[in-house]
């Protein structure tokens, strides 16, 4: 007696082996979160049918329990930048976006997103996403207020600054307390669905189905406890997330990621929407990267301590963006990590208020010996910051002047960001190579017809929607 057929995400199906199909659609959506939520509203708007498979039982996935946070300015600046007297240009935002992209930065992408950027903010709005309007100075991870332009990233940090003219482009949506992200999918899932986009809940993927020319012709599903065959004659958009909760995925391709304890994750980013691209010839990029975060601040008067590694040396400016210094953190040699403080500066991260101090004393020096640091070491550092910082200079890191000030005032303390103490909040970052209008390239560089991707960005959603529908 034949055994049935397994499905994987690491096995395409041959269009020959389908039976029958049990669904039809012209563009078939894998995931309901921020991106393939607007994947789905762009093309029910181009006019074409729209069905979404989602694994969990309602929309909403990461994004749902992120801040609720969008990145956009350029063009001049937002309606909120400029009611609050802040200038963005297109070009200081795609600078800004190629410095903090790295190497690997895409700069097809980044100008087609710095461009139109501020579009997509009127559109988000069009689409019913509530944003106060209103501007929140400091430093924060996320507003807890429902305020909506914050600085959200290292855009008055250097280097930064001397190469992209700074402005707040972190446009939150109108929510009081941690968590906005609720608010931003409970506006696109339902913009989604009221435009006719079909959506299908406690289903999933199982793999992509492959015609004789190696085109995507559809989805194998389980959905209602039975595989289904789902027929997409546009094409199929992957929008299922990253792979920070497979473990296997993360030891090959981003073992880095493993020192991180906490995933960022709505409970589905296993991978599987990659290794269906990648069975079907997609090329994996980036697979190496991840975006991590260590809780230093709030309160923002933690950004006035200074870092140090286990030769009692700085490291980093401490002003960066916290995703920025949290990867520093974590390539200190033997995992030794701490933030020194004084008694004016002093307290304990909102998000870790358990963290643990590992020395206090009334001077540097004691300090220095209850952490076991070569001897002069970390009063030299001390003694070099402060004196500088009294001048209102840091000529080793150049962190702005508005978080500099001596640490004087006794006692002092070291907050521990050891390996051993760390608590780590870390996703995935690579994913499927694509041209900025979602198509998935192989490995030359070609497209592969019917397949589409938009990784977890509401921009390239609505570019792979679009393009998938057309």
Known sequence: MPQPRRFSPARSCFIEDVPHWDLETDVLVVGFGAAGACAAIEARQAGVRVRVLEVASAGGGSAAWSGGEVYVGGSGGTSVQRAHGFEDSTEDLAAYLMMAGGPGADGERVQAYAHGAEAHFRWLQDQGVPFKGSYLPGKWIEPTTDDTLLWSGSEQAWPFRDKARPAPRGHTAQFVGWGGGKVLMEKLCARAAELGAE??????ALTLIVDHTHAVAGVVARMDGAEKFIRAHKGVILCAGGFILNKAMLARFTPGALACNKEVSGGNDDGSGIRMGMAVGGA?????????????????SLVKGIFINGRGERFINEDAYHGRV??????QPEGKAWLLVDNEIFGRPVIKPDVTVAAVGETWEEVEQE???PAGSLVHTVK????????????????????????????????SYCSAELEAHAF?????????GGEVLDGDGQPIPG???????TFFGRMAGRTAAA
Do not use: C
């Open 371 to 373: 952490l076991g640091l």
């Open 451 to 457: 397949l589409f991707v938009a990784g977890d960005s």
């Open 384 to 415: 070099t910051f402060n004196e500088e910082a009294a001048a209102g200079r840091d000529p080793l890191f150049h962190k702005a002047a508005d978080w500099l000030r001596p640490l004087t005032q006794a006692p002092f303390a070291a907050i």
């Open 199 to 204: 959506v299908h809940t406690d289903s999933r």
């Open 284 to 300: 994996a990029i980036h697979m190496d990267q991840f975006f991590a975060t260590v809780p230093f601040f709030p309160p923002a």
């Open 428 to 436: 995935t970052l690579g994913g499927l190579a694509t041209r900025p």
């Open 326 to 331: 949290a990867h520093y953190v974590l390539r």
